[in-house]
């Protein structure tokens, strides 16, 4: 386990997402008969000859069929497709929400430059919820109107997609969350939410699996600290799986004790009297550092690690970057900013260096690219089948595996749900001095993340877990 010497007093700001088909000319006319063949001369009276048959007239090629006509409705006219994304961009995840945005605008001003989808313009449109569930509800309201959108690339937020899933289905409108909640492959409940990766209770059980057993000294004693809802609560409820399953004790059990705006003492002074030596925390950025810099500046020492959304880059340019070096472990869904060599990393980072070369280099970028590669996947499917209606779509999406070209690992939808569902996650180690706040993605760089275990990572316990709905379910 690696550790600090040095006690923190941190307090900290951060910055932180046909075919004009033309058959070919017609070579059917019919041959002339063939002359008849003059007599051989010969002493003997010649045989007359049976005069050839006429060549059959050879066979018209079959013209190319013409693509069907593609039908649509909400969304969708002769030129354009418009595809939506509610997004926090001035919220509390705005630093990471924002460069994801970014990473998808410069997807599909890719796919606009190579043609389109069907020979149509995507029209990106993006509205802010700031974090918002009322905001979100109006800005839904917006884009499942008539003149709304055929799909939703992105819904910010766990309680602010749940808060719209039943509306989705009553639209026949999908949705892409950003959010990782294990409800949403409950057919029952996230029917038209099309989730990416895995969700945050399979997320928690592999990695305190993997911390508890590779990084940690000794026996593990689990410390739980997250925010109230679907977001904090279904990753603290996959930590406490991962530790009744491995015998793990929860010394301080602060699920849904992190509100937002609120004295953390009382927090903090349970963490650190508990005397955890791993800390497994589902709440955002700035939440993280508060939690962080107040137990440090009491000696507490600790394996730190939790859900994906809590953890931003950028704290690696304040004065917590000393504690997150030592002691800070990174879960994801997918790889982070230049961490593989896969095909989808090299296009993905190629395009952003011709789209927005001055801007930082992120972790978040792999997420906007790879929610525009699945909404992009989904909507080609359904052009294909000559069918972009808003239903259309969604039959599409539930016959469609995702290939994230290496990514993240390849998502389903259709099926037997424990047979598609995404279990895989990634940890990444926290290397402060590979970090450059100044890097620009025309310059290449690193976030400081290092790959662990050479990829994607499955406890067996989340292997084993057989998927019957959410792991958490608000009362």
Not at 464 to 475: K, T
Request: glycine share 8%; with cysteine.
């Amino acid at each position: 386990m690696k550790h600090v010497s040095k006690l923190l007093a941190l307090l900290l700001a951060f910055t932180v997402v046909a075919a004009a088909c033309s058959s070919d000319e017609d070579s059917s006319s019919s041959s002339a008969p063939a002359e008849t063949e003059a007599p051989a001369e010969t002493e003997a009276p010649a045989e007359e000859e049976a005069p050839a048959e006429e060549e059959a007239p050879a066979e018209e090629e079959p013209a190319e069929e013409e693509p069907a006509e593609i039908i649509y409705d909400y969304g969708v006219d002769e030129d354009t497709i418009r595809v939506g994304a509610i997004a926090d961009l001035s919220g509390p995840f705005a630093p990471l929400v924002v460069q994801i945005i970014a990473a998808q605008t410069a997807y599909w001003d890719r796919v606009n430059a190579n043609g389109g989808i069907a020979g149509k313009q995507i029209d990106f449109w993006v509205e802010d919820n700031a974090y918002d569930v009322p905001t979100h509800l109006e800005r839904y309201e917006e884009m499942s109107a008539d003149d709304g959108v055929v799909f939703l690339s992105q819904s910010t937020g766990s309680p602010h997609t749940a808060a719209i899933a039943e509306a989705l289905v009553e639209d026949g409108l999908g949705a892409i969350p950003l959010s990782w909640y294990s409800g949403w492959p409950d057919p029952e409940f996230g029917e038209n939410v099309f989730e990416s990766y895995t969700n945050y209770c399979y997320e928690s059980i592999n990695a305190v699996d993997y911390l508890a057993n590779n990084v940690v000294e000794g026996d593990a004693k689990l410390a739980v600290l997250s925010y109230p809802g679907e977001y904090g609560q279904d990753g603290a409820a996959g930590a406490k799986i991962a530790a009744e399953a491995l015998g793990i004790e929860v010394v301080y059990d602060g699920e849904a004790a992190v509100i937002p705006g609120a004295d953390q003492t009382p927090v903090i002074t349970g963490l650190v009297e508990s005397g955890a030596n791993l800390v497994w925390v589902t709440t955002a950025p700035s939440l993280l550092a508060e939690l962080m810099g107040g137990a440090a500046a009491t000696g507490f020492e600790a394996v730190w690690s939790g859900n994906s959304p809590t953890y931003n880059y950028m704290l690696l340019a304040t004065a917590l970057a000393p504690i997150l070096d030592s002691s800070f472990y990174q879960s994801t869904y997918n790889l982070t900013w230049n961490a593989g060599d896969v095909p989808g990393m090299t296009d993905m980072v190629a395009t952003l260096q011709e789209a927005i070369p001055d801007d930082p280099v992120s972790d978040a970028y792999t997420i906007g690219w790879t929610e525009a590669m699945a909404a992009h996947q989904i909507l080609e499917a359904a052009a294909a089948s000559g069918d972009l209606t808003r239903a259309g779509v969604i039959a599409a999406a539930n016959a469609t595996t995702v290939d994230y070209m290496g990514l993240a690992p390849n998502q389903g939808y259709g099926g037997e749900i424990n047979d598609y569902i995404v279990r895989e996650s990634y940890i990444f180690d926290i290397q402060a001095d590979l970090f450059d706040a100044a890097a620009t993605i025309s310059g290449g760089g690193s976030t400081g993340s290092v790959l662990m275990n050479g990829g994607p990572y499955v406890s067996d316990v989340t292997a084993a877990h057989v998927y019957e709905g959410a792991c958490f379910v608000a009362e």
